[in-house]
C-alpha cells in the first residue's frame, strides 16, 4: 500500500511562507504526477497546485497563482510546495497526491497522504 506522507504544516501570521514537503517512503515517486489539493473547514476540497513527471510542467489554481510555487526532487523523492504571501483564507488540510496521468481534479489520482494542516492567523 502506497502511503503518501506531507509535513511542514503550522501557524503562521498573515504574510508569512511555509514550505510544505510530501514524501512516500519506499515508493518512488519520480515517475509520478504529485497534485496539492487543500479543504479548509466546511468548505469543499479544492485543487492548489500540480506538476507533471513528464515534462515538469505545472499548474496553479487562481487563488494561488503568484504565492504559491510547487516543486519536485527526485533525488529526494520529494515534492515541494512553498507558499509565501499566506492569507487567513489560506488555512486547510493540505494533501499531496500521487497519479500517473494526472491534472486538477482529486479523482486523477490514486494515491494521497493524511494531509498537514496549514494554519494562517494573527
Known amino acids: 500500500q502506497v502511503q503518501l506522507v506531507e509535513f511542514g504544516g503550522g501557524l503562521v501570521q498573515p504574510g508569512d511562507s511555509l514550505r510544505l514537503s510530501c514524501t512516500a517512503p519506499?515508493?518512488?515517486?519520480?515517475?509520478?504526477?504529485i497534485g496539492w489539493f487543500r479543504q479548509a473547514p466546511g468548505k469543499e476540497r479544492e485543487g492548489v497546485s500540480y506538476?507533471?513527471?513528464?515534462?515538469?510542467?505545472?499548474w496553479y489554481a487562481d487563488s494561488v497563482k503568484g504565492r504559491f510555487t510547487i516543486s519536485r526532487d527526485n533525488a529526494q523523492n520529494t515534492v515541494y510546495l512553498h507558499m509565501n504571501n499566506l492569507k487567513p483564507q489560506d488555512t486547510a488540510v493540505y494533501y499531496c497526491?500521487?497519479?500517473?496521468?494526472?491534472?486538477?481534479?482529486?479523482?486523477?489520482?490514486?494515491?494521497w497522504g493524511q494531509g498537514t494542516l496549514v494554519t494562517v492567523s494573527s
Open positions: 497526491t500521487a497519479g500517473l496521468i494526472a491534472g486538477p481534479a482529486w479523482s486523477d489520482y490514486n494515491y
Open positions: 506538476i507533471s513527471s513528464r515534462d515538469g510542467s505545472t
Open positions: 519506499g515508493f518512488t515517486l519520480d515517475y509520478y504526477d
